[in-house]
């Protein structure tokens, strides 16, 4: 049997109207209150009345607001998603909502409750938290008054913290599984409002991964995968790429905490790379972490790797590559070509160092340190006139200077596995190898960094040699380009090469040909001296 309307409850929706087409009924004080909130809401309103309000005129001066001066027809309501009868006129507003019944719209009568479809209650949002009072229309007075108090109640702190949980729960999301992220959000959503309203995007990233590691329910022990650590250098760059992979480990049902671990590079931004002990310094204590059992994965920019990792290590995967150029960056020129002879450039690069050189000799080449933010900090502080980056960490990042443009790869030959990552384990790992590359590897990219790192492999050259190789895979061919230049970019061998390639060891085949034939033009000679040449270079101070 059917219950009578007066026992049954309204059931409460909030609608997204954006782009939504909606009409109102009337042009007075009533139909002016329903268009402020539909108009903050995104939608596209008609405004249908024979008198319309003067501050009904100047809403439609500043926003999406079309206005109908006449009077009701219902024709009016075609096409609309929402209705809404705002008249003093009970005819009026009767046919209105008889208008969309006929055409299935909802329509809100602002002067009978019942008679139409839904009500609109007395509301208060800050942030992205809102609260609703619905009296079903019998005492709206008093839901105005409930509004207020919930509005002195519930400060801006409490939109502080949906904030932060907003952020805790995307980060979990993709670092932990379901049961542990239900877990870590619970035990985060009873803390003291002031505490959640005071906690930044790193600090609710750096408590769930604290919490992971302690509560009961956040570890399943049922597979050995389900819970790994990654380690990870703790600049924004690395630990944004540490969680894109995080997050493309998780889809696979490997969750992910953060392992920080500091290099020997990330202590001292001052002296150059090659002092603090060659091409293994973003990687060595990433390796140590593996090695003792406090990780089970590191990721890396694949161009801080070795050439050859350490016998007990492997790359698990490759993932697919960001813009592996380089990108020239200034605040005062627009391009390279632009900057006036005896411009300061700075790079920490000896490759960039010498095909930049190569280019333009009449300009000063000078090192510059630190992560990519405080690099742009320096170039925006005058320091230098331009700085050259790699353009897959301003990508993530989303950063740029006020002059950004990207080198050509062909004479600013990209370094061996610029722009892509890798997760490195240990050799003996070979499940968790196996699972991680289903998860994240990427079959181009691989292919195009098997060549490179093979071409680096052979000419056996470190970090202070200037030499770029650059693979791209496009069908079943594989084309690799690769220069080797002096330091001070006098002399700059040059060499490229393509075949179809089915595998990695085609790839490296390539990569080996390739460098072997460099060494033979010459490219020999430059590597030996570069040591030697890199000693007398200017630093920035």
Not at 87 to 112: E, F, H, M, Q
Not at 275 to 283: D, I, K, M, S
Request: proline share 4%; charged share 25%; net charge negative.
């Amino acid at each position: 049997m059917k219950k009578h309307a007066r026992e049954t409850r309204r059931y409460t929706v909030a609608l997204d109207v954006r782009e939504r087409n909606v009409v109102v009924v009337g042009g007075g004080k009533v139909a002016e209150r329903r268009l402020r909130g539909l108009l903050e809401a995104g939608a596209r309103v008609a405004v249908v009345a024979p008198r319309i309000a003067p501050a009904i005129r100047a809403l439609a001066e500043s926003a999406e607001l079309s206005l109908v001066e006449r009077e009701f027809a219902a024709g009016d309501l075609d096409g609309a998603a929402l209705a809404f009868a705002a008249t003093d006129d009970d005819a009026v507003n009767a046919a209105v909502v008889a208008a969309g019944r006929a055409r299935s719209i909802l329509v809100n009568d602002a002067s009978d409750g019942e008679r139409g479809d839904f009500v609109v209650p007395a509301m208060y949002r800050t942030g992205s938290l809102t609260f609703s009072v619905d009296t079903h229309g019998t005492a709206p007075a008093f839901a105005a008054r409930l509004r207020d108090e919930l509005r002195d109640r519930f400060d801006e702190r409490y939109a502080r913290a949906a904030a932060a949980l907003a952020s805790a729960r995307r980060y979990s999301s993709a670092i932990a599984s379901l049961e542990a992220r239900a877990a870590v959000l619970a035990t985060l959503a009873l803390r003291p409002i002031d505490d959640l309203a005071a906690m930044d995007t790193p600090a609710a990233e750096h408590e769930i991964d604290r919490l992971l590691t302690v509560l009961p329910d956040a570890a399943p022990e049922s597979d050995p995968f389900l819970q790994l650590t990654c380690a990870t250098r703790a600049s924004p760059l690395a630990l944004h790429q540490a969680r894109l992979a995080i997050a493309r480990l998780a889809t696979a049902g490997m969750a992910s905490t953060i392992l920080h671990v500091s290099t020997r590079a990330d202590r001292d931004h001052e002296r150059p790379l090659d002092a603090l002990g060659g091409e293994n310094v973003f990687v060595k204590e990433l390796e140590l972490a593996l090695r003792d059992g406090r990780a089970d994965y590191a990721v890396h920019s694949c161009k801080d790797l070795p050439s050859m990792l350490a016998p007990d290590m492997r790359i698990a995967a490759i993932g697919s590559r960001e813009d592996p150029r380089d990108v020239f960056c200034s605040e005062r020129y627009s391009s390279f070509e632009a900057l006036p002879p005896g411009a300061i450039v700075g790079t920490s690069s000896p490759r960039r160092r010498a095909l930049l050189g190569a280019q333009r000799p009449d300009l000063e080449f000078v090192t510059i340190r630190g992560n990519v933010d405080t690099r742009l900090r320096k170039l925006r502080e005058g320091g230098y006139d331009a700085i050259v980056l790699a353009a897959a960490g301003l990508h993530r990042l989303g950063l740029h200077a006020t002059h950004t443009s990207l080198l050509d790869p062909t004479m600013i030959v990209p370094a061996v596995g610029q722009g892509a990552l890798a997760i490195e384990v240990r050799a003996g790992d070979e499940v968790l190898a196996q699972r991680i590359h289903a998860a994240f590897g990427d079959r181009s990219s691989e292919l195009a960094v098997s060549a490179e790192r093979a071409f680096l492999r052979t000419l056996r050259a470190g970090c202070a040699a200037p030499v770029g190789a650059f693979a791209t895979f496009d069908g079943s061919t594989l084309t690799l380009r690769a220069a080797i230049a002096s330091l001070d970019g006098s002399r700059v061998i040059r060499g490229d090469t393509a075949a179809e390639v089915a595998d990695e060891n085609w790839a490296e085949v390539l990569g080996v040909a390739l460098a072997q034939r460099l060494l033979a033009e010459g490219g020999a000679a430059l590597l030996a001296d570069a040591p030697r040449r890199l000693e007398n270079l200017e630093t920035a101070p």
